[in-house]
């Protein structure tokens, strides 16, 4: 089991920017960011794979970009031109492996931290 624990969060205004961080206790060759609305379901926003291939959610394409550095099993979500919409908390996960089908899906990974909120304020 992969442990992950996030950190980056805040409150910042519309038009804002902001960089989450998830540190992992190993390497996991499948990473992603998801986020959770108050009354919403958990949503994938990106992820990436070992190899650097990364796959985005139409909301974010454009404005959010993942990395990471495997020298340092860190994982990034550099968040530009944050929206009201973009407010939640934001979760990072991991797994072994997982389809490119499935790579924003939450039923595609098995470890998750306990989430940084975002909120973003009009």
């Known amino acids: 089991q992969v442990q992950l624990v996030e950190s980056g969060g805040g409150s910042v205004q519309a038009g804002g920017s902001l960089r989450l961080s998830c540190a992992a206790s190993?390497?996991?060759?499948?990473m992603g960011w998801f986020r959770q609305a108050p009354g919403k379901e958990r949503e994938g926003v990106a992820g990436?794979?070992?190899?650097?291939?990364?796959y985005y959610a139409a909301s974010v394409k454009g404005r959010f970009t993942i990395s990471r550095d495997n020298a340092k099993n860190t994982l990034y979500l550099q968040m530009n031109s944050l929206k009201p919409d973009d407010t939640g908390l934001y979760y990072c996960?991991?797994?072994?492996?997982?389809?490119?089908?499935?790579?924003?899906?939450?039923?595609?990974?098995?470890?998750w931290g306990q989430g940084t909120q975002v909120t973003v304020s009009s």
């Open positions: 996960a991991s797994a072994d492996s997982c389809s490119t089908r499935y790579i924003l899906s939450h039923l595609a990974f098995r470890d």
């Open positions: 190993t390497y996991a060759y499948c």
């Open positions: 990436i794979y070992g190899t650097g291939s990364t």
